[in-house]
């Protein structure tokens, strides 16, 4: 069974920026990957960005140049620094791990934006 406990969300002005944590617990294993994705009201869940346990990251193109994810394996935790964060931005944040056949989420933190 694998745990995932997300932290950092909040309100932020346009332009500012927030830095979310997850950290994983339980079965862990050395070749995952980890990642967020968003869910903004009335939308469908959205990734945002991914990253491998060897370093790989993919984005979404909508936050390509303002957001950066990165993980510290030695303690199974994913981060995604949000700058220049916008409006549009806003949505309940999700953490994701996905190793072997299974996947594994956290219970969401929201971020809003305002204008």
């Known amino acids: 069974q694998v745990q995932l406990v997300e932290s950092g969300g909040g309100l932020v002005q346009a332009g500012g920026s927030l830095r979310l944590s997850c950290a994983a617990s339980g079965s862990i294993f050395s070749i995952n990957v980890m990642g967020w994705y968003r869910q903004a009201p009335g939308k469908e869940r959205e990734l945002v960005a991914t990253?491998?346990?060897?370093?790989?990251?993919n984005y979404v193109d909508s936050v390509k140049g303002r957001f950066t994810i990165s993980r510290d394996n030695a303690k199974n935790t994913v981060y995604l620094q949000m700058n220049s964060l916008k409006f549009e931005d806003t949505a309940v944040y999700y953490c994701a791990l996905f190793q072997r056949v299974h996947d594994y989420w956290g219970q969401g933190t929201q971020v809003t934006v305002s204008s």
């Open positions: 990253i491998l346990s060897g370093g790989s990251t």
